[in-house]
């Protein structure tokens, strides 16, 4: 690993001043879990490493306020799998968290970690952009808030800027009753990156959201609101139809080794129908139908 | 060189000061630094588990971690197991069903089994099967090594 200075704030306005003093070759370091071997390979190489574990405002790293959640950057994967209000209104974002690496990993792995990352495979990424989570950024002219559909740009890429810490995000109850579901595909079970990543929500309205990953640039959310993948009744060939509407955009690399795309587009339908029928079936039991 | 870093942590029930550069982790400082190599360094991306040490009770991987990361804080590698020269049960256990093979791997399948009984000291084979997930055999002992830690389990109930 190259030499870097290491910065260890401990306010808010602290890692500000650090970011805006150190310039575009700093790394903001929470969990490591990619930043640290991204350094040993030496694809990123920053001078400086600013450290946001001491920053007194990210704890506590869960906060509930009414019926918003404010998960902080400081929050690992670990706590999001073990908490009961998340588990009780965002159960397809405990189903991504709990897949992550290996509990080692999860343990150190920070949720927002995942996003700024920019991974186009980041489990959490789907759920995140299905339950419409919005990212809390801090910089120089104050706080701004972005929804996620908006912060993830592609591989590597969020529309973070210079002097910028993304210091939260934040997930809001669904205000219509509303059933989720997270599916992934790996070559095996245990610590491995996912060929593809699908979270499916359906609402009592009869919309579905269906976000899926590994398959692009980035992670995309398509809306389906004809009712259609909604209906459980509706006819399989029908639900095809939409399927193809909304995977329509998905492209998968033909340089990956995880899987090919034919591989890839093919499993795409296999989840989404697999994780469409999952939402539904919580759906019901939300509303009691049995 | 840049700067060396002071900190303060325990290692392994000892409080230490240290020196330490920053891009220095902490598989690094306890294998390099502190001669701790029961610690041992394999894939260095947080696939094996073979570098798992226990920070504040917690299993992490010690070859994804700044070593500056554990100022104030308590670390125990495999050496922090065994007190006065006796084996902890489930050290005694892993031996008594011969579950090291070349012994690679145990360090690190030890610690997740330490951190595990910690905090769930009656798991099920489930819960041993998730907690060393993280934690490659390439002998594939896997069966010995999850019977260890449930004998260890039964012991410490005893």
């Not at chain 1, 998340?86 to 343990?107: D, M, T, Y």
């Not at chain 1, 970690?113 to 495979?121: D, L, Y």
């Not at chain 1, 599916?183 to 593809?196: C, H, I, N, P, Y």
């Not at chain 1, 759906?283 to 009691?288: A, P, R, S, T, V």
Request: aromatic share 4%; charged share 20%; net charge negative.
């Amino acid at each position: 690993m190259k030499e870097f200075s290491y910065e260890r704030p401990e306010s808010l306005d602290e890692a500000l001043q650090v970011l805006a003093a150190s310039g575009s070759e700093t790394e903001i370091l929470a969990g490591g879990t990619d930043l640290v071997i991204a350094m040993r390979d030496r694809y990123r190489q920053p001078k400086v490493v600013v450290d946001l574990k001491r920053i007194a405002e990210l704890y506590p790293t869960l906060r509930w306020d009414g019926d918003t959640l404010t998960v902080s950057a400081a929050a690992t994967m670990t706590e999001i799998a073990n908490d009961p209000g998340i588990n009780k209104h965002f159960p397809a974002l405990v189903e991504a968290a709990v897949v992550v690496g290996s509990v080692q990993i999860r343990n150190r792995a920070t949720l927002l970690g995942n996003i700024c990352n920019g991974s186009p495979a980041a489990d959490t990424a789907p759920p995140l952009l299905a339950y419409e989570a919005v990212i809390v950024v801090a910089g120089p002219g104050g706080q701004r808030r972005v929804p996620i559909n908006d912060f993830i740009v592609g591989p590597g890429k969020t529309d973070l800027q210079e002097g910028e810490l993304a210091i939260a995000l934040e997930l809001t109850t669904p205000t219509r009753m509303l059933g989720g579901a997270y599916e992934r595909m790996t070559r095996r079970k245990g610590t491995d990156l996912a060929s593809v990543t699908l979270c499916a929500t359906v609402d009592d309205a009869g919309v579905t959201q269906v976000a899926f990953g590994s398959v692009g640039p980035r992670a995309f959310l398509r809306t389906d609101d004809t009712g259609v993948l909604a209906d459980p009744a509706a006819p399989k060939e029908a639900k095809a139809a939409v399927f193809e509407e909304i995977f329509a955009d998905a492209s998968p690399s033909v340089r990956s080794m995880r899987a090919s795309p034919d591989y890839r587009q093919a499993m795409l339908r296999v989840l989404g129908a697999r994780a469409v029928g999952r939402a539904i079936e919580r759906l019901q039991e939300l509303q009691g139908v049995s | 060189m840049s700067e060396l870093i002071e900190i303060e942590a325990t290692i392994n029930g000892r409080d230490r000061s240290l020196e330490i550069a920053p891009n220095h982790t902490l598989l690094d400082v306890l294998r390099d630094q502190l001669g701790l190599t029961g610690t041992k360094e394999c894939c260095v991306v947080g696939e094996c588990g073979a570098c798992t040490v226990v920070v504040d009770g917690i299993p992490m991987n010690s070859c994804l971690m700044l070593a500056v990361e554990i100022d104030g804080r308590d670390v125990t590698s495999v050496e922090g197991l065994a007190t006065d020269g006796h084996l902890d049960a489930l050290q005694q256990a892993f031996l008594d069903v011969s579950a090291p093979q070349c012994g690679f791997c145990i360090p690190g399948q030890l610690m997740s089994a330490h951190a595990l009984l910690q905090s769930n000291p009656d798991p099920t084979i489930d819960d041993v099967h998730e907690a060393l997930g993280g934690n490659l055999c390439r002998c594939a002992g896997y069966l010995q090594i999850t019977e260890a830690v449930l004998v260890a389990a039964k012991a410490g109930k005893e």
